[in-house]
């Protein structure tokens, strides 16, 4: 018996490590009133999880639209069926879908938050939210060096280093993340069976200061660049291709197996910069967030999926977002607990005027706006009120504004 009672001792131990932010403070996850699965790093590698679309695969009720795991250069995400669900790199909203694409070579932790989160959140997270936390300085040095090498020519290679640039005052980090990879389509007009392939770069560096005991500065700056064969080419389904009309066309129709006249890819880029300032009030916590992305994708695909040069276009997406967040999270005053928040939103994006979509009568202009600017505003907040020690009620309200124009 004694042996049991200090097992379920070392297993609640265990569960009350489990700390997460989803109600904008550290908390339990035993005592969020919220349904939510997190998970540590370490755990994620465990289960192979080496992107952010791969969380589908760990997450229970999450499922990816688009992104490398159907084929397509952007994802979006979907909770219980919902769409809205927002992603979140370090606190800052990732407004571009291909953005939401990247690798995880140095994740602390994710939280998947299910369900409406509007009164917690400055933008779009009305079906829920994906919260990726990457790897913060450290005072202590530490560091981390993996090489791996799987099949498809697939090398990985992943760093961290971290340690104080100034005693108990400043400690920097960097990480760094590498893949090259061949790829696994058929071509079967020239018969190799590696074409697509994968090159992509992550870096991030963080600056970690603490000028005070009330005040801490986190400065983020990532680099994440991607070169992606295998998320354009396709295979027809049934033939279905403008090609079959034409004499001499060669398509194909099983799955990993294409034909192109032409190279099919996504080359994009994406610059972060981000400004998090904490400050520790007697009555809680003011946290600023400022965000600067900026986002450039190129992608090509051949329409008609045959030798023939008959239909293709090529895309150049631009957009550069700057968000400023301001949260305000109460310490807990007897039974009341509340959470006040501001953000703003500003988006530029475009398409590059000179794409074009080409076809067997030659290229053809494509009719879209060149240039589309966001502008939103939010107001937001919870009050937290424990009824009981097991009971607790809980209301929020929201007021949001958005404006968008087309150019």
Do not use: C
Not at 88 to 106: E, K, R, T
């Amino acid at each position: 018996a004694a042996h049991e009672h200090e097992r379920a001792d070392l297993m609640s131990q265990a569960v009350e490590e489990v700390l997460v932010t989803a109600r904008r403070r550290e908390e339990s996850l035993q005592d969020v009133p919220i349904a939510i699965s997190a998970f540590g790093g370490d755990a994620l590698e465990e289960r192979g999880v080496q992107r952010v679309e791969n969380m589908n695969a760990v997450a229970p009720n999450l499922s990816v639209m688009g992104g490398v795991n159907t084929g397509e250069s952007s994802a979006s995400f979907r909770v219980r069926g919902l769409p809205g669900v927002a992603v979140y790199i370090d606190g800052v909203y990732q407004a571009n879908q291909i953005s939401n694409s990247f690798d995880l070579p140095d994740v602390q932790q994710i939280e998947v938050l299910k369900g409406p989160q509007g009164t917690l959140f400055g933008r779009n997270a009305t079906g829920g939210a994906i919260r990726v936390f990457t790897l913060d300085p450290v005072f202590t040095p530490t560091g981390r060096v993996s090489l791996d090498y799987g099949r498809f020519s697939d090398v990985v290679a992943k760093g961290y280093l971290s340690g104080p640039l100034v005693d108990g005052k400043l400690a920097g980090s960097l990480s760094v993340f590498r893949q090259d990879s061949d790829g696994y389509h058929r071509d079967i007009v020239t018969d190799r069976d590696d074409v697509g392939g994968i090159e992509s770069t992550v870096v991030r560096a963080k600056l970690l200061a603490k000028p005070t005991e009330s005040m801490q500065l986190l400065l983020t700056l990532g680099y994440m660049d991607r070169w992606d064969g295998d998320t354009t080419p396709y295979a027809t389904i049934g033939g279905n291709t403008i090609a079959r009309l034409f004499p001499g066309a060669v398509f194909a129709e099983k799955p990993y197996e294409f034909a192109s006249s032409r190279d099919d890819f996504l080359d994009s880029t994406v610059h972060l910069a981000s400004l998090k300032a904490d400050f520790d009030f007697a009555a809680g916590t003011l946290s600023s967030v400022t965000a600067y992305n900026k986002t450039d994708a190129y992608y090509t695909q051949d329409g008609d999926a045959s030798n023939l040069d008959l239909l293709f276009y090529g895309l150049n997406e631009l957009q550069k977002d700057f968000s400023q967040e301001l949260i305000f999270s109460s310490e807990k005053r007897g039974r009341f607990s509340a959470v006040a928040g501001l953000f703003y939103y500003h988006a530029d994006g475009r398409y590059d005027p000179l794409d074009v979509l080409g076809s067997f009568a030659g290229p053809v202009p494509i009719f879209v706006w060149s240039k589309q600017v966001t502008e939103a505003y939010a107001l937001f907040g919870e009050v937290n009120f424990d009824l009981t020690n097991r009971l607790s009620l809980t209301g929020g309200a929201r007021y949001s504004d958005e404006k968008r124009t087309a150019h």
